[in-house]
């Protein structure tokens, strides 16, 4: 049989949102008003920055999500233009509102953000089988949370049926993750809270909740750990997984081996979107064929380069553009 040949490293299928986004110099409390910055508007959604984050690098990427009819949806859909990637499975639903993130900036760069979904909930299951051929004809296809969950699980499926890998990026995080999408991650993409959360572990650290969510289904499991970079850990034994061409099957660390892949220092302005910045390069060195150590050794450059500069998508990097430190293809 031949080689697969695809049309797209990385096809996203997921949420589309405008960042409306304002910088204080403290968090309000609760009751209190406090003054901000000007409102800045941006293109945004964890699968359209996601889809962004991988066009920037050079990446083929197609976006499968809904916008509204609306001046948002057309911001959204500039954004992804602009960015490098294929728009052309975007659904635009005629008086639909597209989703929008209220995002509040804090002095330290960290943030937080209320989502409200508008047309992403009517992202359905049809709208991703009757991309099957899409689908099929992509490496990588990277998933988050901010979508009906049925929507995710029909994907997970026709991923499974024409065996394309799954990043799967479980946010906002349930209480519990459904055992069919645990078993088609690979990898788990999470951070400390999330990793921590799903694990079912009360204590414990980043190597205990990553095993722990291995032993609960995911094939592979990456923990982001923000400024200090994150834990890897890949695909047990006897997990079949079919090696990348040109890479040799085994190749980088033992299946049971945790890896540290160290943070690269920079000064953080704005944090926004940076998880989704890393997801989108992991997605991108994966589909070429990078082992997953060596995909997140870059991945950690790119979310570190992104939070460089305010907002989501406007702080990607392209290859050029990113920080000296550990990343090179392997």
Do not use: C
């Amino acid at each position: 049989m031949g080689e697969r040949e695809n049309v797209y490293d990385v096809l996203v299928v997921g949420s589309a949102n405008a960042d409306l986004t304002v910088r204080v110099d403290r968090r309000p409390g609760a009751g209190e008003t406090v003054l901000g910055t000007d409102l800045v508007e941006s293109a945004g959604g964890k699968g359209a920055n996601q889809a962004a984050a991988a066009a920037r690098l050079g990446a083929r990427t197609a976006l499968l999500a809904r916008v509204g009819d609306d001046a948002f949806g057309e911001l959204l859909l500039e954004g992804q233009r602009a960015a490098g990637a294929d728009v052309r499975h975007v659904r635009v639903e005629k008086g639909a509102r597209t989703g929008t993130a209220l995002i509040v900036v804090g002095p330290d760069g960290d943030n937080t953000i209320v989502v409200s979904p508008g047309a992403n909930a009517r992202l359905s299951p049809a709208d991703v089988t009757g991309a099957r051929e899409v689908v099929a004809a992509s490496a990588v296809v990277s998933l988050q949370l901010e979508v009906p969950p049925e929507t995710v699980r029909a994907a997970v499926g026709v991923a499974r049926e024409t065996g394309t890998r799954v990043v799967l990026n479980p946010s906002p995080a349930p209480a519990e993750l459904e055992p069919e999408l645990l078993a088609a991650a690979d990898p788990l993409v999470v951070n400390e809270h999330e990793a921590r959360q799903l694990s079912g572990l009360a204590g414990g650290g980043p190597e205990e909740w990553a095993r722990a969510l291995r032993g609960r289904g995911a094939r592979s499991v990456v923990v982001t750990l923000g400024g200090d970079g994150a834990l890897v850990l890949d695909a047990g034994p006897g997990a079949g997984r079919t090696a990348a061409p040109g890479v040799e099957p085994g190749a980088g660390p033992a299946a049971d081996e945790a890896v540290r892949v160290p943070g690269v220092r920079v000064r953080a302005v704005d944090t926004t979107g940076a998880g989704d910045a890393f997801t989108g390069a992991l997605a991108t060195r994966l589909a070429r064929g990078a082992s997953l150590a060596g995909a997140a050794r870059y991945a950690v450059r790119v979310g570190a380069a992104s939070v460089t500069r305010p907002g989501a998508q406007p702080s990607y990097p392209a290859e050029e553009e990113l920080p000296d430190g550990e990343g090179s293809f392997a």
